[in-house]
């Protein structure tokens, strides 16, 4: 019970996502289809229904706090680093299913208000803001295989974790405010919109190749 208090803030999200999205939901007719994905040029091109909608939602979240919640069960370097993740992952769960509550009920708005040609500003905003507070939490995840930048090299090396976690910390965050500043260009400049994503794209990959360039300078 003391654990589960850890991750208070989760299951309160998850609970007003049900209260709030079943409501919203209530709101829709039977055969009301719910956006689900939104392509390259902003339209959207993929639907749900409601049922769908809340199956999906809920079962992600549930998903996302089991596996965050069941981390020492399962995960054979928790406990090498248990005091830093206890701080860590309750803080990691919560961002994860807030963020995917506010896309869904997002979502479920654009079909009550019968919305076709989506703000996709408001998504950009909401990735960016992930991003950003994946990338301050990024530095202090101690190592381990199932969160952060997984390679070969990185799981074999203890400063390697360490200095490409510090970089990718700083990528992400770059990333993010890259995510929002494009949220404020109007969505037809299609060239602002594919650069700007190129460029957030190659600093979210660039660590895993960091990871490699420190393997070959360390065994050099």
């Known amino acids: 019970m003391k654990r589960l208090m850890n991750f208070k803030w989760s299951v309160i999200v998850m609970i007003l996502f049900f209260i709030v999205g079943a409501y919203m939901l209530s709101l829709l007719p039977?055969?009301?289809?719910?956006?689900?994905?939104?392509?390259?040029?902003?339209?959207?091109?993929?639907?749900t229904s409601k049922t769908g909608t809340m199956l999906f939602g809920g079962g992600m979240m549930i998903f996302l706090f089991a596996?965050?919640?069941?981390?020492?069960w399962y995960s054979p370097w928790y406990r090498n680093y248990e005091h830093r993740n206890e701080k860590i992952i309750p803080t990691l769960c919560f961002i994860?299913?807030?963020f995917f509550a506010l896309l869904l009920l997002f979502q479920i708005y654009l079909a009550i208000k019968n919305i076709t040609d989506p703000p996709i500003q408001i998504m950009l905003i909401l990735i960016g803001l992930l991003f950003i507070s994946?990338?301050?939490?990024?530095?202090?995840m101690p190592k381990n295989f199932f969160?952060?930048?997984?390679?070969?090299?990185?799981?074999?090396?203890e400063d390697n974790w360490i200095k490409t976690h510090r970089l990718g910390g700083t990528l992400f965050v770059i990333s993010g405010l890259i995510m929002i500043i494009k949220g404020f260009f109007?969505?037809?400049?299609?060239?602002?919109?594919?650069v700007t994503t190129l460029i957030?794209?190659?600093?979210?990959?660039?660590p895993m190749l960091y990871s490699f360039m420190l393997y070959r300078k360390e065994n050099k």
């Open 30 to 47: 039977a055969d009301a289809r719910i956006p689900s994905h939104v392509n390259i040029r902003n339209e959207i091109d993929g639907w």
């Open 67 to 72: 596996m965050f919640f069941l981390m020492p």
């Open 96 to 98: 994860m299913i807030l």
């Open 134 to 140: 994946l990338g301050n939490l990024l530095p202090k």
């Open 147 to 157: 969160i952060g930048i997984k390679t070969p090299w990185t799981l074999t090396s």
């Open 186 to 194: 109007p969505k037809g400049n299609m060239t602002v919109q594919l």
């Open 200 to 206: 957030a794209i190659g600093m979210l990959l660039y």
